[in-house]
């Protein structure tokens, strides 16, 4: 069973980049089954897709957010990173990594989650 | 994008009931739709994936239909640990969409 976590600081300025980055434990980051996936949530909101990259560095973004992220791999740590450049207060959410399972388009693991605000 | 509609976005429900929640994409998805159950300060759970079929480890009170534009999520018998938020998300294209939520509450 994969398991993930995230980590990153919990806050960020204004205009600043939000850098986060997703460990991957109990399996290969190269297992060409899954894509692996960054998902976002506002406090007492809905879910949101930011994000998927597999592991050749592919990648897919949401258009809606695609201006001001980058989501990169690295398999020599087993790991994957997401960078979200220019954040404003509306950037506030729990940020979870996620397994994406190629076949069936479900997001099969995730992370805990952390809570990323954005403030002066 | 294809948007999804969940209904209802609350529902208030009895231990021992049926709870059938629906989640209508905006166009065709074929089966690619999955479920997802949410409690408070915790990660999603998937629960369905490719409409109908059941995660490793999830009970059978849970089962999902549908094909197309219209999915439904039913728990045949609600129990108490299934009070939570649950949320449909189409994979049928890129960007992934998830659906309001419901709200499944007493």
């Known amino acids: 069973q994969l398991q993930l976590q995230e980590s990153g600081p919990g806050l960020v300025k204004p205009s600043d980049t939000l850098s986060l980055t997703c460990t991957v434990s109990?399996?290969?980051?190269?297992?060409?089954?899954?894509?692996w996936a960054w998902i976002r949530q506002p406090p007492g909101m809905g879910l949101e897709w930011i994000g998927n990259?597999?592991?050749?560095?592919?990648?897919y973004y949401n258009p809606s957010l695609k201006s001001r992220v980058t989501v990169s791999i690295d398999t020599s740590k087993n790991h994957f990173s997401l960078k979200l450049r220019s954040v404003t207060a509306a950037d506030t959410a729990i940020y979870y990594c996620?397994?994406?399972?190629?076949?069936?388009?479900?997001?099969?693991?995730w992370g805990q989650g952390t809570l990323v605000s954005v403030s002066s | 994008d294809i948007q999804m509609t969940q209904s209802p976005s609350s529902v208030s429900a009895s231990v021992g009931d049926r709870v059938t929640i629906t989640c209508r994409a905006s166009?065709?998805?074929?089966?690619?739709l999955a479920w997802y159950q949410q409690k408070p300060g915790k990660a999603p759970k998937l629960l369905i994936y490719?409409?109908?079929n059941l995660q490793s480890g999830v009970p059978s009170r849970f089962s999902g239909s549908g094909s197309g534009t219209d999915f439904t999520l039913t728990i045949s018998s609600l129990q108490p640990e299934d009070f939570a938020t649950y949320y449909c998300?189409?994979?049928?294209?890129?960007?992934?969409?998830f659906g309001g939520g419901t709200k499944v509450e007493i």
């Open positions: 490719v409409a109908s």
């Open positions: 998300q189409q994979a049928g294209s890129f960007p992934l969409t």
């Open positions: 990259i597999d592991y050749s560095g592919t990648t």
């Open positions: 166009q065709g998805i074929s089966s690619f």
């Open positions: 996620a397994t994406w399972a190629t076949s069936a388009g479900s997001l099969d693991s």
């Open positions: 109990g399996g290969s980051i190269t297992n060409a089954n899954y894509y």
